[in-house]
């Protein structure tokens, strides 16, 4: 339970982030444990594993990723307890390596869609966006990047120093400079933390102003997401909940200390509709938003958003 408590913390404080990374990181979580898991009984043994799950789970709130892979990783239909244990030993290992070939792929199926001399705009710090914009550059196009700043984790920070490692032309700008910018860039890119059945994407807050933007200067808008980041339960009519953060990540709160009449809002995440939207190039090739329910219920499986 220890390291699992600890996986959990560092996802709640975005030690480790990214609707990828957090995906995977659970996944390892519930492996390691149901393998030092001692139960006398198979519900025992189910009802711990549920307990961690939902723990795991409630560490934040938004990317879909997150309960897509407790739930594809602690399935298991056995009832004794060591065959139990072994599903989800495999399972978790099976969505692991999945999660990483899924980003290879979205970088080749991505990169096709890069001209050379492209400039691409992208927001926040998205390890699927980034895939296929190195990609794009070792494929020897000649393309350079618009990063965004991401107030108020400043993820952008994290982008452009991965892109100054593969030594691709970066500029960092701040939010608020996006549409002052648009002009100069041929597509945007960007990651997701959940995409709807409906097509409309979730992702890190100010995604929905680069659309709106790229709309306006009639400039591709795609988005990179792995088929995990789909998320079932928006099917049975459950709305993806946006996680507010503490408004200490904003501003120092001595600065708010004497000033009654003011609050801040910290929302992570919004809500892109779909229309905005292009394309969606995920591990199993590029799809319209339109598509979003088919991945679900096709290629994720309905079944894991029961609940
Ligand atoms: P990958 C991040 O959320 C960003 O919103 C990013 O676009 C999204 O996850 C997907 O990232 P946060 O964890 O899975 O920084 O593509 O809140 O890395």
Redesign the pocket.
Known sequence: MKNVQETAEKIRT?EI???????KAAAEAIRDYASGLEADSIEEFAARIREVSDYLIST?P??V?LPNAVKLSSRFSSNNVEEARQEIITNSNLFIERADRA?GRIGKIGSRRVQDGDVIMT?????????IITTAFEEGKKISVIATE?RP?R?GLLTVRHLNGFGIPTTLIVDSAVRYYMKDVDKVI????AIAANGALV??IG?SQLALAAHEARKSFMV???TF?FSPSTILGIPIEI?ERSADEVVDPSILADLPHVQVKNP??DFTPAEYIDMIVTDIGIIPPAMAYTVIKEHLGWEIGEI
Do not use: Y
């Open positions: 975005m982030r990214g609707a990828g990374r957090i995906a934040r938004t990317a990723s980003l927001h926040c710090n998205s390890h699927a966006a980034l895939s991401s984790r993820q960007v990651g997701a933390d992702n890190k995604t990179a997401a792995e980041k996680e992570a995440f």
